[in-house]
């Protein structure tokens, strides 16, 4: 708010604020208003409820000693909350990772993407989850289903690792 | 004498285009701008982008030839993404010091001093690290005071040469360095004080430097006299590694299109209350000033111009969202004319006290009886859902998808926070 406050005047509505008589004149110079105003008392009967309830006087639990934490599927499925991301997955191409349609996909960004290991990455730009190989010397992005045949990683491709997928969350 | 200190900033590059780009690899090496609320200007632009002559803070009108002629993708403000890439990177780097200072959504200092390391290759490495983490790509300026890593930051971010790294320890590549520099490159150095170092024949930082502090002083203040001992490796800026809690909290936007009625600013205004209520419990603190203020568009040639704003005082200061919007709407009511075309409004908190301050006993509680009664239970309850549910609660008179919302028309999905605008990969 930067203008405003230059012209910010206190205000009075006239349905609920009265102006306050009792403030001294070198309060009000101080603060640059001629008024200040005050909200209007609106005196209204306000029953008090009264409670009655039972305090409760049993014995504690047995098992409060044992309490432990509940656990946490975070800590089952994120190492580095700072590097990891969940992704989407589309299509049938690795249903023999059991990768299938619609599952959440669990990504380490910060996980060394070692041959064997299923990645994310950009091939010219567009996303995908593939096997990463390295087969005689040559690295390959492998499908795991027959009917998609795998990609060879020459040179000339425009491929980025974007992650390692660590984990799949696959709804029954 | 004092051990010598070492500071790093590290900076993320053009940090709101690289969280896009981090989710739409297509976009690497392409030209991409990010416009602010309500598409307006650009906040944000690749290397592409400011190739092109494209400045910060131009509005998208001006420039709409060169980005259709060279296809520049542009996208709304994607709030919500950045500040989740943001914490990610913040505790990457939080691993590499013992003491960080977050400074700001994509810069941190780091406390190096006493290190042994080489740091320069230390710094690669950090670089690496959120890079690969994060997906961000950083730059990184060591130097023994702040003033003097913020210049060796600029200078990793404008020559490719150095990899993104520039150790600013040497007094002698120090010197040549501010030689090359602006004086108004300097943190610290606003667009006023770097007219009046211009006119004292101050141009380049290395002419500010050898100037006497007490001097400048003099001229100018204590501030830009700490910047020139700051230039010459003596450090009077310190690390403040705790978040200072905000003293002020202003929600304010642009509409998506000019608002005419009371009621639909009412509306605009009960969301902005609702937000800064949030904010003001995330730090556990509670209001007593709250100033509301309303304008038309100044821009606007053929608009009656207009602008009010006004405060009121509670005697007792509160957190609950009720009160703030019962408060702030009769304060609007107040501003509000009829026959004007608004295109602003906005809420500010000020006079902040910690929740735990013990009110002051007042007599007549005349608060209590016009206004809904405090209920922080029921506000924790709120919080708590919302957090789950981004805005799945909110006051009726803030009801949302109202015509006030600003314009955010290129908006990318919310990749991290929300379950269905996860990344597809196929």
Partial sequence: MTASSQHTAILHTKAILIPSEDVPIEILAKHHVDKIWRPAIKLKKCPLP????????????????????TLDLNELLVQKHAATFFARAQGHSMNGAGIFPNDILVVDRSIEPVSGKVVICAIDGELTVKRLIMDNGQWKLQSENANYPDIMIYEEIDMVIWGVVTNVIHSL | MKAQTCFALVDCNNFYVSCERVFRPDLQDKPVGVLSNNDGCFVARSSEVKELGIKMGTPLFKVQDLVDSHGITLFSSNYALYADMSSRVMSTLESFAPRMEVYSIDEAFLDFSGMREDLVSYSQDIKKTVQRSTGIP????????????KLANYAAKKWKKTQGVVDLSDPVRRDKLMQLTPVGEIWGIGSRTQQKLNAMGIHTAYDLAIQSPQAIQKQFNITVSKTVMELNGVSCIELEPISSDKQQIVCSRSFGQPLTSVADISQALSEYCTRAAEKLR?????????????????????????????????????????????????????????????????????????????????????????????????????????????KSISLGSALSKGVWQPKADQLSPHYTTCWNELMVVK
Avoid: W
């Fill in chain 2, 138 to 149: 950083v730059s990184v300026g060591i130097a023994p005071t702040k003033t003097l890593a």
């Fill in chain 2, 282 to 390: 995330g730090q556990h603190s509670k209001v007593h000033c709250i100033s509301v203020f309303v304008r038309t568009n100044p821009f606007s040639r053929c608009d009656k111009q207009y602008g009010r704003s006004a405060t009121l005082k509670l005697d007792v200061a509160t957190q609950d969202t009720r009160v703030i919007v019962t408060t702030a709407n009769t304060l609007l009511n107040h501003i509000y004319k009829a026959g004007y075309r608004y295109q602003k409004c906005g809420v500010q908190f000020s006079h902040l006290v910690p929740v735990s301050t013990p009110e002051q006993l007042i007599l007549l509680d005349n608060q209590r009886a016009v206004l809904p009664k405090e209920n922080p239970t029921l506000m924790a309850a709120i919080d708590k859902i919302n957090r789950k549910f981004p």
């Fill in chain 1, 50 to 69: 009264l409670f009655m309830g039972k305090v409760s006087a049993g014995f504690p639990s047995p098992a409060d000693d044992y309490l432990e934490k």
